[in-house]
């Protein structure tokens, strides 16, 4: 278990056998500001570590870059204006200057209401181009990814308060495995992995550890991957998405079994 991820305390533990002091460990949360430029661009909850990371995954996902040679620069900020700020605040310097008022704007959308939700899905829709991939992938292939999952979350075990992303490749192997208290930044970590190392994304399957949401299969697309995984249910949006954008949306992978709600035709 990573330090950063876990805080130990002391809590009182109450059972039919009474009441005693015990320690145990919940997971770490801090923000992280992402400054575009020198601009403040958005701050997210996040649980510390591999922040570059989820930097990358989080512009790549929000379609500020497509690419890493569109980043000139990222790192912490060295210079911060209290002590509780330090280390988290990571600067981006890109390349080319971009609209931060529009990506803003999307950024607001995206989090608030549900109307503005069903207005984000329709934007999509109307500028993302399909996911294309051969991926064909045996069905206990995609039955093993979850207990190859669980098995890659330590702190999840220690805290149980910690969501889960990974990336597997066409055999079944978990190639990247990252743990967030945000179920979307764990997703953005493992997809700034993959940018970062210049892995090729269209033949690789994500796999989250909860609910798979119509952001989740917006950050798929954006990152081209073709499959979408998880052990909890689908929303309808997700679903929606999946289907008019081409990915392979798989829900309730348990015990070998699961449920294919988009273009099941990659699962064998």
Not at 12 to 18: P, R
Not at 221 to 230: H, S, T
Not at 236 to 244: G, H
């Amino acid at each position: 278990m990573n330090d950063d991820q876990a805080r130990a305390l002391e809590l009182i533990h109450l059972d039919a056998e009474g009441r005693a002091s015990r320690e145990d460990f919940v997971a770490h949360e801090e923000p992280l500001e992402l400054q575009l430029d020198g601009q403040s661009f958005a701050v997210v909850m996040r649980t510390p570590g591999h922040d570059e990371e989820l930097g990358l995954g989080f512009l790549l996902t929000e379609g500020v870059i497509a690419r890493l040679d569109d980043v000139a620069s990222l790192r912490h900020c060295t210079v911060v204006p209290t002590p509780e700020a330090e280390d988290n605040v990571l600067q981006v310097r890109l390349h080319a200057p971009v609209d931060l008022a529009r990506f803003r704007r999307n950024l607001f959308a995206s989090s608030s209401c549900g109307v503005c939700g069903k207005a984000t899905l329709e934007n999509a829709l109307r500028t993302a181009s399909p996911v294309r991939s051969d991926l064909a992938l045996p069905r206990q292939v995609v039955a093993a990814m979850p207990e190859r999952l669980r098995a890659l979350q330590p702190t999840f075990v220690a805290t149980g308060g910690l969501h889960a992303a990974a990336l597997f490749d066409a055999q079944g192997e978990a190639l990247v495995v990252r743990e967030d208290v945000g179920r979307h930044n764990a997703v953005d970590k493992v997809l700034g992995w993959a940018l970062r190392e210049g892995r090729p994304t269209h033949e690789l399957t994500l796999m989250v550890s909860g609910r798979l949401s119509f952001e989740l299969v917006q950050k798929a697309v954006a990152a081209r991957v073709p499959v979408l995984a998880g052990i909890s249910a689908p929303t309808s949006l997700a679903v929606r998405m999946a289907e008019a954008l081409g990915v392979t949306l798989v829900g309730f992978v348990r015990e070998g079994s699961m449920n294919l709600y988009a273009h099941g035709e990659r699962v064998r």
